[in-house]
């Protein structure tokens, strides 16, 4: 896996939700919204009208790496298809993440404040360094809810907003993705809304909120929340 380096980048990868239909249904998306998008490069619509639908749910399903194309809500709940990560002139690596506390300072992202958007997400993947080795981890809601990153889009690439971290992930990363909870999505999607009457929602989430899984090699992998197995574990939403 490709590790994107820039500064002090929060993530490199994420899962979306693997059951894109359940999705739909919680939040009302029409599928109608992805199945006409233009697919991305290498996904063809050339068979019957089902064989389209899971071409463009397969498009945006599984575990998600920069430049990948990832799923996105917009205003009036519209899905729509972005690749992960802004291409800024002179810069060889796409910027997958945004800092919250800097947007309106940066020129890259001044433009974008009303262009905001919602990524979803079953969780993240991010590695603890422990010297020179590092440790995987995965970042899930224990229960097995997807995730409404913040998110910034151009009308082809997306971005993620990040914050600090919540205290309970703090020894994993000193960045997390800044998630958008069901009470302000509307809010948060609604282009007259000031960018800056929004702000408060770019925090950690409470510390309780979140269950982290650290894979070892030496030992089983345990859930370092509840001790638990990670064969009996539930929190299994990621692709291997």
Same mark, same amino acid.
């Given at each position: ?61 599984? +575990?998600?790496? #920069?430049?990948?194309? %990832? =799923?996105? !809500?917009?205003?009036?709940?519209? *899905?729509? &298809?972005?690749?992960?990560? /802004? ?36 969780g993240w993947y991010e590695w603890r360094k422990d ?30 907003? +990040?914050?600090? #971290?919540?205290?309970? %992930? =703090?020894? !994993?990363?000193?960045?997390?993705? *800044?998630? &958008?909870?069901?009470?302000? /999505? ?55």
């Amino acid at each position: 896996m490709v590790i994107v380096k820039m500064g002090k980048t929060m993530c490199s990868r994420f899962d979306l939700n693997s059951d894109i239909r359940a999705f739909q249904v919680q939040l009302g998306l029409e599928m109608e919204d992805i199945i006409r998008m233009p697919l991305p490069d290498g996904f063809n619509r050339n068979g019957p009208d089902d064989e389209d639908e899971d071409a463009a749910f397969d498009s945006l399903t599984g +575990t998600r790496r #920069p430049t990948d194309p %990832i =799923a996105v !809500i917009l205003p009036h709940q519209k *899905a729509a &298809i972005r690749y992960w990560g /802004l291409s800024i002139p002179g810069m060889n690596s796409p910027m997958i993440n945004a800092r919250a506390e800097t947007l309106t300072e940066k020129p890259t992202f001044r433009p974008l404040l009303n262009r905001r958007c919602l990524i979803p997400a079953n969780g993240w993947y991010e590695w603890r360094k422990d010297g020179t080795a590092k440790h995987k981890n995965r970042i899930t809601l224990p229960d097995h809810q997807p995730f409404l990153f913040a998110g910034l889009e151009n009308g082809r690439e997306a971005t993620i907003i +990040t914050c600090a #971290p919540s205290g309970s %992930i =703090a020894h !994993i990363h000193n960045r997390m993705p *800044a998630v &958008i909870g069901p009470n302000h /999505l509307a809010a948060w999607l609604d282009p007259h809304m000031a960018f800056e009457d929004l702000g408060y929602m770019l925090g950690p989430l409470p510390d309780h909120v979140l269950s982290w899984q650290e894979e070892r090699s030496d030992r089983p992998e345990t859930d370092q929340n509840t001790g638990a197995d990670e064969k009996t574990n539930q929190i299994d939403l990621f692709s291997k």
